[in-house]
Nanobody, 121 residues
Framework: VQLVESGGGSVQAGGSPRLSCQPS????????MGWFRQAPGKEREGIAA????????YYADSVKGRFTISQDNLKNTVFLQMNFLIPQDTAMYYC????????????????WGQGTQVTVS
């Protein structure tokens, strides 16, 4: 299973880009989709997750109120709407899919994308 992220790039502070994540290749059934990010010199952190069945969402404090995770079940796509970006949001953003659990811990995810870079200036 391969996940493909899109929508990253260079953005001005205050901008509102939207990231997308779609599976490529084999289909799979996930319980949870999440977004993680890793800034240079820092550990990867979970920032948003959504339960694919019930739609429950989870956010890290660092993005709560600014970022929104959503899904299009028909297209098997998950989105991350990012608003009010600040330079500290600069990072590689990764999409991930979890089969059983749902939350913001990396250990809860089974499949990962290659990431898309978001640079805020």
């Amino acid at each position: 299973v391969q996940l493909v992220e899109s929508g990253g790039g260079s953005v001005q502070a205050g901008g509102s880009p939207r990231l997308s994540c779609q599976p490529s290749g084999h289909t799979y059934s996930s319980n949870c989709m999440g977004w993680f990010r890793q800034a240079p010199g820092k550990e990867r952190e979970g920032i948003a997750a959504i339960s694919t069945g019930g739609g429950s969402t989870y956010y890290a404090d660092s993005v709560k109120g600014r970022f929104t995770i959503s899904q299009d079940n028909l297209k098997n796509t998950v989105f991350l709407q990012m608003n009010f970006l600040i330079p500290q949001d600069t990072a590689m953003y990764y999409c991930a899919a979890g089969i059983m659990w749902c939350g913001l811990a990396q250990s809860e995810y089974d499949y990962w994308g290659q990431g898309t870079q978001v640079t805020v200036s």
